[in-house]
């Protein structure tokens, strides 16, 4: 984590295209919807805010094991376990994601108005989208580095992944924009607690096996 932490205060390569990723995208769309705040619909304005956040976290999380070259990967290999590898991308991919989908929420919100009636389900949904997508998104690209061609197979693995996840993202984000009861969401809310867990489990047991190839 601390490797990863200094390389990116050095660099800034990845946090400063994001943010510029977010700002561009949300200001095309502010001119797109004539320039006016409060003026998309609820599920619209709830589509668009995470269709830009799955991007953002397949562009930030992607790069978690391709960048790294051969000699470094050898090198870590001699004084870290596996665990400790994937553990560390998993914790210092979520903090990255939720950085920057905080940011991506307020400037959003700010550009284009925000019609959300119950602020902190909605920020535990992105909460849990930051850490579904880090996740999940890390042992796809620790798989994907293996392979020649890795940015395709790290689309299409991560497809069949993320879909079921963002689907029920929408729905609760839609729920706590609408105001409805938090029961509401309650099913939601553990599938993806479930989920998350599920693909960390998986991650710290398989990943030892995948490090050693």
Do not use: H
């Not at 502010?30 to 304005?45: C, D």
């Not at 020649?148 to 069949?160: C, R």
């Not at 105001?179 to 809310?189: H, I, K, T, V």
């Amino acid at each position: 984590m601390q490797k990863d932490l200094v390389l990116e205060w050095r660099q800034k390569y990845a946090l400063n295209g994001m943010l510029l990723y977010v700002g561009s995208v949300v200001f095309i769309c502010y001119l797109s919807f004539g320039m006016r705040p409060n003026i998309l619909v609820p599920p619209v304005w709830n589509a668009l805010l995470w269709i830009i956040l799955l991007f953002v976290s397949v562009n930030a999380i992607a790069k978690s094991f391709m960048q790294e070259n051969r000699g470094r990967l050898l090198y870590f290999y001699s004084i870290v376990s596996p665990q400790g590898i994937i553990l560390a991308k998993i914790i210092y991919n979520t903090l990255l994601m939720l950085l920057l989908a905080i940011i991506c929420f307020v400037f959003y919100g700010f550009v284009l108005g925000n019609p959300v009636e119950d602020v902190p389900m909605f920020l535990l949904s992105i909460l849990l989208g930051a850490v579904g997508f880090s996740t999940s998104l890390t042992m796809i690209s620790s798989i994907a580095s293996k392979a020649a061609n890795s940015s395709t197979l790290m689309a299409i693995l991560s497809f069949p992944v993320i879909v079921p996840m963002l689907l029920m993202l929408i729905k609760m984000s839609k729920n706590a924009m609408d105001g409805l009861d938090r029961s509401a969401s309650l099913d939601e809310l553990l599938t993806l607690l479930a989920i998350n867990m599920i693909v960390v489990t998986v991650s710290y047991i398989l990943f030892p096996y995948l490090w050693r190839s």
